[in-house]
């Protein structure tokens, strides 16, 4: 079945460094990928997304990247900061269909 | 800017009971969706509706779940005996084509 894989679970990087986190999605029709932030008790909130028809997408501090043929996406923190820390969550889309969530990275950003 | 609202916040109910969760969707959007998230764990998929009826479903909704626009603006769900592995956050979404927007969720326990 469908399915998104997401590494690290765990991610701790000090303050100013970068942090990556890297997906792959089983299913080859899926057109839309997000990426949310959960900080603790709230809602997912989305941070950025890229379609299907793109390679890459930038957002200040905030990159992400698609391989459509290996399935491969990856999201990019350049500059880290405390408040990054949250769990951050990849998904995988086809349009109008469900969302299928990985399963998390907790980021920890150190002062 | 709008957002998608969700009541109750907390609901706390006996296994066995009925419980109904509602959702405010964004006004102009045509997609919605319930997802749930145990206390840890990433966010699953239950349901989307799109036109009036069931678009999508996933194996965790069964037959105790059902879900109703029933005046054009709320959204709701309803469990119909709650057992105690319904304990989760659920979330409403909603979107037009790309971009899901997720409710501030509502905390269900099952005692």
């Known amino acids: 079945g469908e399915n998104v894989e997401q590494h690290p679970s765990t991610l701790s990087v000090q303050e100013g460094d970068s942090a990556v986190i890297k997906c792959t999605y089983s299913?080859?029709?899926?057109?839309?990928f997000p990426w949310y932030k959960q900080e603790l008790g709230k809602r997912p909130q989305l941070i950025i997304d890229?379609?299907?028809?793109?390679g890459e997408k930038k957002d200040q501090r905030i990159a992400v990247t698609l391989n459509k043929t290996a399935k491969h996406f990856s999201l990019h923190i350049t500059e880290t900061q405390p408040e990054d820390s949250a769990v951050y969550f990849c998904?995988?889309?086809?349009?109008?269909?469900?969302?299928?969530f990985g399963a998390g990275t907790r980021l920890f950003v150190k002062a | 800017e709008p957002e998608v609202t969700q009541t109750p916040s907390h609901q706390v109910t006996q296994m066995g009971q009925e419980v109904i969760l509602r959702c405010v969707p964004i006004?102009?959007?045509?997609?919605f969706y319930w997802y749930r998230q145990i206390l840890g764990q990433k966010v699953e998929f239950l349901v989307s509706?799109?036109?009036?009826?069931?678009?999508?479903k996933s194996e965790i909704f069964d037959d105790q779940f059902s879900v109703e626009r029933p005046d054009g603006s709320n959204f709701t769900l309803k469990i119909r005996s709650t057992k105690l592995e319904d304990s989760a956050m659920y979330f409403c979404?909603?979107?037009?084509?790309?971009?899901?927007?997720f409710g501030p969720g509502t905390r269900l326990t099952v005692l």
């Open positions: 979404a909603c979107s037009g084509t790309d971009t899901q927007y």
């Open positions: 509706f799109y036109n009036n009826e069931i678009s999508e």
């Open positions: 998904a995988a889309r086809k349009e109008g269909f469900k969302t299928i």
């Open positions: 006004s102009n959007h045509l997609y």
């Open positions: 299913d080859s029709a899926s057109n839309y």
């Open positions: 890229i379609r299907s028809n793109v």
